[in-house]
């Protein structure tokens, strides 16, 4: 008996087979429309239904080639289940080249949303009525904000048993244990009954081909892991479990100068770098407060008292 097709918005997508669909958004003062592009990839033989979306804040473009990398590597004769992947999901922010909507709303904090809110409340609604509804399992990729980067990492509720054994499949070289946020995709999907990663990874408006390089192979690993693809090939390193973590701040205004780098292993009172003013007195050092891994940087050389500069990530263990 041949599976049945997958229904999304007003469209239904056979099996077998592969549809790029769009969800109607809103429409410009232009009058130009906007929609949510999704494209459905249901497989031939039935398995679990997983998301994978990109760019809730616009200018975190990194996961959209991400996606675009994976699906050409995905076909649905051979896919077991079904794979909803949404590249942009702030497609106003993206086009503008903002972390937020039109509005100043952030996105990732309009969850569940509502039909007849604001537009991040409806693009928010949107979301989850036509996505995460039907969906066991989301990956949603982000990376470091603006004038930040950080080192590859799955951030999620490791106490959760299920969320932790497919954090520890992706493979990234960090899997921090992560709070729920108010008003987040993960906190709206975790409440409606899906387990989901959170991946963190390089920097805002732009491509780095190592982060991106991970997040596409532990999209596949976790993929692998349900059973919708073929086992990966390639394995996951050692990763390192964090249950806390925290940002180094300035303590003083000046001109920045870091010695360390994303994924480094430090010790609590290393040095980490130095605060000059504008003629290259060294005003002030900066020390590690914890040990750790580092797992974001500043990239701004400017800072001011208080401005955080590196994110320390302490390691609980290694697995694999």
Known sequence: MARESFPIGSHRVRAGSTKEVELPITRMVTGGDVSLPVQVVHGREP?????????????????VEVIRQVLAAVSPKEMRGTLLAVPVVNVLGFMAGSRYLPDRRDLNRSFPGSARGSLASRIAHLFMTEVVAKCEVGIDLHTAADRRANLPQIRGDLEDPRTRELAATFGAPVMLHARLRDGSLR?????????????????????????IAVGVLGVRRVLAGLGMLDPVEEPAAAVAVSHSSGWVRARGTGILHLEVQLGEHVEAGRRLGGLSDTFGRRVRLVHADRSGVVIGLTRAPMVHAGDALVHIAEVAETIG
């Not at 709206?188 to 805002?204: H, K, Q, S, Y």
């Open 47 to 63: 398995g679990p239904t997983v998301w994978v979306s990109a760019a809730i804040h616009g200018d975190e473009v990194l996961g």
């Open 187 to 211: 906190q709206a999907a975790r409440d409606v009954g899906a387990t989901v990663l959170l991946f963190e990874g390089g920097e805002a408006m732009r491509f780095d081909p190592e982060p």
